[in-house]
């Protein structure tokens, strides 16, 4: 009773059984050199995200929930300080189970840091002055820099607000031990969550990394946390047969050698474009090195069928489609009948919009099917906590053995670092022009 | 003294002056082609939106302003229903140059009918019910299923509210004389904009698809107009030399005729993210087709470096990189100077945010450039509805040249037409079958 349905009609052509049950032996090793990680005494190989994430995050549930009950007690907004890892995996579960429309008398959850446009910030400001504002910010290291330069700004703007009693309304995710950010916190007497040290950035949302946002927003991480704690049981065999998770990383490494160099995670529900999002880091860092990797994009459909689905349909042939499918939607629509017909629809009265998404669902993978790209339908029954934490879990597993297949490290990023470290010495060496001029 | 200003010293090495003159005899004639159409009396080549944009609207102009004045002073909501090119464009510009934050007494415009989700239609028509509303609807045959289901339905809501005066409260953009939307605004009394019939989809922002929404979001829509009318005189040249917009198209060819199949447009203010959308479908419905294309994606930076920037740093060799960069911004703001010094970014307090994002820019696209990407720069002075107009027609006037170098046509869109056959057929059979139960 798996809670993803892998369904893989649309692409036997190019991967039957038979070429995904060659992959047994690889996925063995690797599989086994990964779990083995867990209760090893090395820190090599950083797979905390591996075990079970309920248990993991038992102990800190309640304090995550009861910092939460002040914030949406106390505050109107609640500022998210965070890029890459510590902005995706939190953004992806607040558009995924939140509303498209704020609500009066939610929390409104603004993420920051995550770039450095002047008119946002500017504008940012503005809009927040006469509001009631916490902030968590997020950064492992705390020298990150466009989170480092927005919390500097926001941290201003909140002990000028609250003077005194400014260190009540920040609360940091950071490391146990190192970092700028740990020392300001504990100088300043800020709250603290700390970022597992065996669990890289993209492979962190179900720590208090996302969960903290997630529960200010409404979210019951005990289902979110259930979700990936049913993942990591079901998804703990290194059959392939029983294990949609690594049947998916060894269909992309097929797919790829066969010359299916670009993967399209397709939707049909909008609430999932930050899921995308999160999916994009979590692939392309892991894979995108080395001068090899699937390179990761995304369509929303039907929106982008009226875009770039020409494209998909009859342009070059180097891509393969993913498409991440909801059986239920949380509410549905009936088309109205109408006495003057004017716009011909009347045929479609007996019918839901739900009903008719997943038509165009099944009428664009037989089409893009038609048009030799090949399709993988991954299927969930409902888009809620327990689904999503299930999500998340699966495509981090399957995302190490996809990278694995490939001979690269799914758990570096040196191609980050070497923009990080070029960004700041541009920075210091503008700095000191500056201060000579 | 040209508004968009072509950087290409990233390029050099892949496409330098000699090569991307040899086109030249090719782009004399494609542009002898494009431009010859506009007069002669054919209507085979739809090339409308050559002309200068400025004196194309000069009479719609008033029209469309006194429409939108009633609709500020009477409405809460302005619902734009479009899908494709009768939505990307009007969401650009809406994005481009509104506010990222919703002012209260702003008319907030809401962009629907581009997917099916029951979710989002269910949780709009909760969050209009209370609040006066005006509809703009968009299609120009008035039968894409999309905006056609959202337009029954809303329809239906906005004659409930308003009975008698409900036809006040609808505005329809469609085809001059043909189509289904045409004949019920006529029935109903509608108001009734003309999409000119050689202009398509995706070459029509600058035509009251586009203008009408952008008025209402209060964009200087004359301003816009006479962007692009510079544009059409400055980008009227066959002379590669002084052609930027041609130059862009050449060096698109070569990079791809070298195997860069994928061109991400990346820019590093996120207001210009459904710029980017629009330029993807310009892009992709364009040229992808045949098998053949480049693949248009984006991203935004600085955030999209700490996700996808590693594969561009470091993945497979087959990108290359457009950056649409903002020498000034509307707002800049400060890093300010702290005692305590505690994120150690005292060095950033000379500098301002916009120079700190500019920095990052210039570190991207050097250490891109070292990772074996070819990398574009297109730099415009700053993003006003003026340059935003000038970057309509540079992309489209672009996109035509660079369509016709691949030797596709870059008017028609038989991969979509697929897709909407398609679907009708399949909503039409289980019509028939759900009948019969």
């Known amino acids: 009773m798996q809670k993803i349905v ?5 692409i036997e052509e190019y991967a039957n059984d038979n070429a995904i ?10 599989h086994q050199h990964l779990h083995a990680s867990i209760s090893s005494d090395t820190e090599n190989i950083p797979t905390g995200w591996l075990q079970d994430p309920l248990e993991a995050n038992q102990d800190l549930i309640a304090e995550i929930e009861c910092i939460s009950r002040e914030i949406c007690r106390k505050s109107d907004i609640l500022i998210v300080i965070g890029v890459g890892g510590s902005y995706l995996g939190a953004k992806a579960i607040h558009d995924a189970l939140g509303s498209y429309f704020t609500k009066k008398d939610d ?5 920051i840091g995550n770039q450095l446009s002047s008119d946002y910030l500017n504008q940012l400001m503005d ?5 009631e504002v916490y902030v968590n910010v997020i950064s492992k290291s705390g020298t990150t820099l466009e989170p480092a330069i927005n919390f500097r700004i926001i941290r201003e703007f909140i002990e000028k607000k609250y003077g005194f009693y400014a260190q009540q309304h920040i609360i940091v995710t950071t490391d146990q031990e190192n970092g700028l950010l740990k020392k300001a916190s504990e100088l300043n007497n800020y709250r603290h969550l700390t970022i597992p040290e065996n669990i890289g950035g993209r492979f962190s949302v179900l720590t208090p990394v996302g969960l903290l946002p997630a529960v200010v927003c409404g979210v019951n991480i005990r289902d ?7 993942a990591a049981t079901e998804l703990s065999s290194p059959n392939l047969d029983v294990n949609p998770a690594y049947q998916y990383a060894v269909i992309r490494n097929i797919l790829l050698n066969q010359g299916h160099q670009v993967e399209i ?4 529900e909008p609430k999932l ?3 995308q999002e999160w999916w994009k880091q979590l692939f392309g860092e892991s894979e995108g090195k080395n001068h090899t990797g699937i390179f990761p994009t995304s369509t929303i459909y039907t929106t982008d069928l009226h875009s770039i689905g020409q494209y998909v349909q009859d342009g070059r042939r180097f891509l393969f489609e993913t498409i991440l499918s909801i059986a239920e939607p949380e509410q549905d629509i009936t088309v109205p009948f109408l006495a003057d017909d004017f716009d011909a629809l009347n045929y479609l009265t007996d019918k839901s919009l739900h009903e008719i998404n997943t038509i165009a669902k099944d009428a664009t993978m037989k089409a893009h099917a038609n048009g030799a790209i090949p399709v993988i339908e991954l299927n969930i029954e409902k888009l809620d906590a327990y689904h999503l934490g299930y999500l998340f879990y699966f495509f981090m597993k399957a995302c190490a053995m996809s990278a694995y297949l490939l001979n690269v490290n799914p758990f570096d990023q040196p191609g980050v670092e070497e923009y990080k470290k070029n960004i700041s010495s541009l920075l210091n060496s503008t700095s000191k022009e500056y201060k000579l001029s």
Chains 1, 2 share one sequence.
């Open 6 to 10: 892998l369904r893989t009609q649309h």
């Open 21 to 30: 049950r060659s992959y047994q032996q690889q996925v063995s090793e690797i």
């Open 107 to 111: 929390v409104e959850v603004i993420f």
């Open 127 to 131: 809009y927040i002055q006469d509001k």
């Open 224 to 230: 979110l946390l259930a979700g990936a704690s049913s």
């Open 265 to 268: 995670l397709s939707v049909f």
């Open 273 to 275: 474009k930050y899921f």
